[in-house]
């Protein structure tokens, strides 16, 4: 069957180690959306990497890992993750690239930064391109990995663009770029990938009507969607299940189950509503112990406890079947621990999540608490082994958003995933 494995909060949920445990079970692992905007971290050979663009399936064997249509792609960083992986003896024949698949420029990257410092209210962009390449995808006007193989016609497609943003910055005391300080530069990227550049969709669906199990990664996660989060306070692309066909090419009919994943907590980079946010000492702690530093730009992350009421809200909408719990290790020893359960807004409770600013700008959280467990539970590898406290956390997660956590991680090596035996995809009818 062929899975989607997706984030359900606003990204670093820890999709990273969830695909890196679960690709050896398929035939393809291919990336539908994002950019290099995205971070996902993986040990190999217990050493950390972080992937901006490569799908995580990338350290399977004999896994086809692709890059579809639907990631913007600036080939600099991409040369420079494969050329990584290769120093760290990682195969990377078997790694695609779609020729549609549309490029990050150098103007792309100061048009992020001159957007951002102009907007009445920061977003919080990594400054990479990614919304301006989307932009120019929408426009009409956008360049493609496919025409780095022909020089002559990446210099003239990328002159035209690079003087009208040239013309936009300068506007706003922005220097502007030069196309010959970077084409030779990208043309000899576009060599270095020749061989891994090919038509995704083709063989995305040739692979599908040959039988071959695909694995769909998303980046970011539900509640950034450019139209189903936090807008403006989103990514520009579609982390939510629709983005999977756009994304690739493939029918909905090759998509047979979807996972979400989400942290046993909440966090958020940048800007934007978080209503279960902490300050403080206690978001200090939780903020050092879970290591909550963006992969992709260092930044500290936002913490807060896990709300119940956006993660439901992200379960219906992208029609998840199960649940990826990560990080439930970082929750040892508290003595209670907290759960968004609910909102209070103008004198009444509400328990469905509206993503509008407007709206989570003024709710009340209500918290409901649960006994918190002694110990450590990573080292636990069957989920009746861990505490009665934990087991009733994850119950009360399944019972609020509906369906079962499938997943449980415990730590960040492979080994410290707990699966639990399904007997359906009922709450009521799941087996320890």
């Not at 706003?172 to 020749?194: I, K």
């Not at 960040?412 to 009922?426: A, D, V």
Request: glycine share 12%; with cysteine.
């Amino acid at each position: 069957m062929n899975l989607l494995v997706m984030g359900l909060q606003w990204g670093d949920e820890g999709k990273g180690k969830a695909i890196d445990y679960l690709a050896g079970n398929f035939d393809v692992v291919v990336r539908y959306q994002g950019g290099h905007n995205a971070g996902h971290t993986v040990y190999f050979n217990g050493q950390k990497v972080i992937l901006h663009l490569l799908p995580s399936g990338i350290f399977s064997p004999r896994t086809a890992s692709v890059i579809g249509n639907g990631v913007v792609v600036n080939p600099l960083q991409l040369v420079e993750e494969l050329r990584n992986l290769q120093s760290l003896g990682v195969d990377t024949g078997n790694f695609w690239v779609s020729h549609r698949a549309p490029l990050i420029m150098p103007f792309h990257q100061e048009l992020d930064i001159v957007f951002e410092q102009s907007r009445y209210h920061q977003i919080g962009t990594t400054r990479r391109g990614i919304g301006p390449a989307y932009e120019d995808l929408a426009g009409r006007r956008a360049l493609f990995v496919g025409d780095l193989l022909d020089p002559s016609r990446l210099r003239r497609k990328a002159e035209v663009l690079n003087e009208y943003y040239n013309r936009l910055v300068r506007a706003y005391g922005a220097e502007g770029t030069n196309v010959s300080d970077y084409l030779d530069e990208y043309v000899q990227a576009g060599q270095f990938l020749r061989s891994h550049i090919t038509d995704t969709t083709w063989m995305l669906n040739r692979r599908y009507r040959d039988g071959h199990l695909i694995l769909f990664e998303g980046a970011q996660g539900a509640l950034l969607d450019i139209h189903h989060g936090t807008y403006p306070f989103v990514t520009s692309s579609n982390p939510t299940v629709g983005g999977v066909f756009t994304g690739t090419g493939l029918p909905v009919q090759a998509l047979n189950r979807i996972t979400g994943i989400t942290k046993a907590y909440a966090t958020r980079v940048g800007e934007g509503p978080f209503p279960s946010e902490l300050s403080g000492p206690r978001g200090d702690w939780l903020r050092e112990k879970g290591g909550e530093f963006g992969a992709t730009t260092g930044r500290p992350r936002r913490v807060g406890w896990i709300d119940l009421v956006a993660l439901r809200y992200a379960v219906m909408i992208n029609g998840v079947e199960s649940l990826f719990l990560t990080k439930l290790d970082i929750l040892d020893g508290l003595e209670s621990i907290p759960l968004v359960c609910g909102y209070r807004i103008d004198g009444r409770e509400v328990r469905d999540f509206d993503p509008s600013v407007e709206f989570l700008e003024r709710v009340e959280p209500q918290v409901q608490e649960l006994p918190g467990w002694k110990g450590s539970v990573a080292g636990v590898r069957a989920y009746d082994a861990l505490p009665a406290e934990a087991r009733a956390y994850v119950r009360a997660i399944e019972e609020a958003v509906g369906v079962p956590v499938e997943y449980v991680s415990v730590g960040s090596g492979r080994e410290q995933t707990i699966k639990r035996k399904l007997k359906s995809w009922k709450v009521e009818e799941l087996e320890s």
